[in-house]
């Protein structure tokens, strides 16, 4: 049945694939869910109380908003989309916290808010809930100097049409399942707008490839070598791990984790074969998979895999967890997907002094060649990126790269005794800060008159822009 369904489901266009086929995907869900390692409660508790505390302030006046704004080098506007966990989150709340000490002034748009979108109002971001059809409004009464975009919407895009020359993209992953709306909506949008930024050399060249000759930056995520953040033992850590999965870890247990949303490019399954066929030459081995569970399917198909193991009990399968206790107490990280971008996860692992298996995506080749002490990489499962050879290759029983990765999990976890790599300075967060801040301070100030400075923002002049964009 799950085979089917796989087939199906690759097959189903992307605009019903990713909207009512997946919520019909929830009809699999696993009875209670899955089990999760809950983050600090006290950390929690100070973010509500904190959220609480903007609310009550948002009431006032914001006159010493504007006024802060008004003598501050440059303002950005964020627009991010949904904002409530992933990789995109990570970055844009990296960007909203960070940018300000460059400065750049932000405030960060988004259309539903989440963990994410808490987290970073209760550290003092300025974020502002708001609907793709008030999103053209919103920018004109905020006017800000720069836009940076992280979500490829057409609805989005159509609204910031008039703003498109103020406008920085920013590209992410190698979306193999964009629609042709998609792709017609964002080829015009990149003609009339500033410079882009791709997070991966990778990413860069799949967008070009599809958009033609665009000026787009490479600028690799980046993750804070240290934390100020209270993180657990590995004793303490191997402890609320072992109370969500209600099975003991052994001190000499080879703990293997996969910090992953469950869908399709991620090939959470893919990593629970390859896993067990390493297990068969090492019984130290145990895997913990924990993400947001995105698509059911991709629960229920990693799930069948282990259940039809006889090693299968090794493995474990959590909802989205407290992150900093599972890499305290994990071994190795493990990624193997099929499309990646910049996996901000394996950079936190590195930093953290977690050795990696990454299949080769987004910048993991670049990454690994910086220092091997950090692990190694193996060729991904897909021959390349497009929508049916991941297709082929998620439908096979035994996927291309299965020994080979099994074989990189083995031989990292023999080297238990390796001086910890520290994190390439090319993949700081400063770095990163930096470079974006260069990019947005160039369009802000060189960027060329926006629709909005030639024609004023009517009824008219926004139906003709958002027919011209989402056809």
Not at 434 to 448: D, M, P, Q, Y
């Amino acid at each position: 049945m799950l085979q089917a369904l796989t087939i199906i489901t690759d097959v189903i266009p992307p605009r019903y694939r990713f909207g009512h086929w997946r919520r019909a995907m929830n009809a699999l869900r696993l009875p209670g869910g899955l089990p999760c390692v809950p983050r600090d409660g006290a950390a929690a508790e100070t973010a509500a109380c904190a959220e609480a505390a903007r609310c009550d302030a948002s009431a006032a006046p914001r006159d010493a908003d504007l006024r802060r704004l008004a003598v501050s080098g440059t303002t950005c506007m964020i627009v991010a989309g949904a904002l409530d966990s992933g990789g995109v989150e990570t970055v844009v709340a990296a960007l909203a916290l960070g940018l300000p000490a460059h400065g750049i002034e932000v405030e960060v748009v988004c259309t539903a808010g989440g963990r994410c979108a808490d987290e970073i109002r209760a550290q003092g971001a300025r974020v502002s809930l708001v609907p793709n059809e008030m999103l053209a409004e919103h920018v004109r009464r905020s006017n800000p100097d720069v836009i940076q975009v992280h979500r490829l919407e057409p609805d989005l895009l159509a609204a910031l049409a008039p703003y498109a020359r103020r406008s920085v993209m920013v590209f992410h992953a190698m979306e193999a399942y964009l629609s042709r709306r998609v792709w017609l909506a964002l080829t015009e949008f990149t003609a009339d707008a500033g410079p882009s930024i791709a997070v991966s050399a990778a990413v860069r060249n799949f967008f070009i490839a599809r958009l033609g000759s665009r000026d787009v930056h490479v600028v690799v995520n980046g993750v804070p070598g240290t934390t100020s953040r209270l993180r657990p033992s590995r004793v303490a850590a191997r402890a609320k791990v072992s109370a969500a999965v209600g099975a003991p870890i052994a001190d000499d247990d080879v703990l293997v984790l996969g910090l992953q949303r469950y869908s399709d490019q991620k090939n959470a399954a893919g990593l629970v074969d390859a896993f067990l066929l390493a297990a068969q030459a090492d019984p130290r081995l145990r895997l913990i998979i924990a993400g947001a569970p995105e698509s059911w399917l991709e629960v229920r198909r990693a799930d069948a895999v282990r259940r039809r193991h006889p090693l299968g009990h090794r493995v474990h399968l959590l909802a989205d967890s407290d992150p900093d206790a599972l890499l305290a107490g994990a071994d190795l990280f493990a990624l193997d997907s099929f499309a990646e971008g910049g996996p901000m996860v394996a950079l936190e692992a590195v930093a953290m002094g977690v050795p990696v298996v990454l299949s080769d995506v987004g910048f993991a080749a670049q990454l690994i060649a910086a220092d091997a002490q950090m692990g190694e990489v193996v060729p991904r499962a897909s021959r390349d990126v497009s929508h049916w050879a991941v297709a082929r290759e998620r439908r096979r029983w035994r996927q291309s790269n299965r020994t080979i990765f099994a074989e990189a999990l083995n031989r990292q976890a023999e080297r238990s005794s390796r001086p910890r790599a520290a994190l390439p300075e090319a993949f700081a967060l400063e770095t990163m800060l930096s470079a974006h801040a260069r990019v947005l301070r160039e369009v802000a100030s060189h960027g060329a008159p926006d629709v909005q400075a030639s024609e004023p923002e009517t009824p008219a002049a926004r139906g003709r822009a958002v027919r011209r964009l989402s056809g």
